[in-house]
């Protein structure tokens, strides 16, 4: 289906709480070793449901990366 050709419109109104983020971005190599550095699981960069989630799916890297290798 195509969301660009629907009958109908909705709006949302979403509030989001504050947050931070990086003054640069970051390239999938510098995240990978981020996660190779076992920076994926410490519990201090999940909110409650972050980590019920990591619980639940016992990801340990983003799900839809996938290893080549077994690297």
């Known amino acids: 289906m195509d969301n660009n050709h629907t009958k ?3 709006t949302t109104l979403l509030t ?3 947050f ?3 003054k640069f971005l970051v390239s999938n190599q510098e995240f990978m070793d981020f996660v190779r ?3 994926y699981l410490p519990p201090r960069f999940w909110n409650d449901e972050g980590k019920a989630w ?3 799916t016992k990801a340990k ?3 839809f990366w996938r290893k ?3 690297k």
Do not use: F
Request: no cysteine.
């Open 68 to 70: 080549q290798d077994g």
């Open 61 to 63: 890297m983003p799900r």
């Open 20 to 22: 931070k983020t990086s």
């Open 8 to 10: 109908a419109t909705r």
């Open 54 to 56: 990591l619980e639940y």
């Open 37 to 39: 550095n076992d920076g």
């Open 16 to 18: 989001v709480n504050d």
